[in-house]
């Protein structure tokens, strides 16, 4: 870890960065769905879907940098490389193997889903972390935590879903 203004004890500053570690591998594999959605994407919804998924990209692109970051500023190292995302990422492979655009939406959809999922699930221990670690008053707003809760709107009201209910 290296030397940081964070008064967090440097125990809770490791375990915060390996959380936001895992997290920022999940979102690195996602943006690369993302990618491959908008590459591969054919038919007559081709440019509405093609727009679509280069906007969902973007999103993702800012979890990628708020995460990264996070990690940085709790003394980490962000470990965004494709070999440390190949280990540690927790997604499933994308599942789109054809080019129609329902299959993508489906593939891409699921995997929001699941990103969702892991990030709600990441924001119960970092509340335990801090509150094993820092007394109760000052707990009213945890960047770390805030962050992860601070992209899980856009998630869970992600723009794929629509699609798939007509």
């Given amino acids: ?10 125990t809770a500053r490791t375990k915060l960065v390996e959380l ?3 997290r920022l591998a999940d979102a690195i594999d996602l943006q690369t769905q993302c990618k491959q959605a908008h590459w591969n994407v054919k038919g007559p919804s081709f440019i509405a879907l093609h727009e679509l998924f280069d906007k969902v990209t973007e999103d993702v692109e800012d979890y990628v940098d ?4 996070r990690a940085v500023q709790l003394g980490g190292v962000a470990e965004g490389t494709a070999r440390s995302i190949v280990k540690r990422s927790s997604l499933s492979e994308y599942s789109a193997k054809g080019s129609g655009g329902r299959d993508h939406v489906e593939a891409l959809s699921s995997a929001l889903a699941a990103f969702g999922k892991l990030a709600r699930h990441a924001i119960n221990p970092i509340g335990q972390t801090m509150r094993r670690t820092v ?7 945890p960047a770390s935590h805030a962050g992860c809760a601070s992209f899980l ?4 009201s992600s723009r794929l879903s629509p699609p798939l209910r007509g």
């Fill in 135 to 141: 007394q109760a008053t000052r707990w009213s707003s």
């Fill in 153 to 156: 709107p856009s998630l869970d």
């Fill in 20 to 22: 936001c570690n895992a």
């Fill in 66 to 69: 708020l995460i990264a970051e």
């Fill in 1 to 10: 870890m290296y030397p940081t203004k964070n008064d967090l004890p440097e």
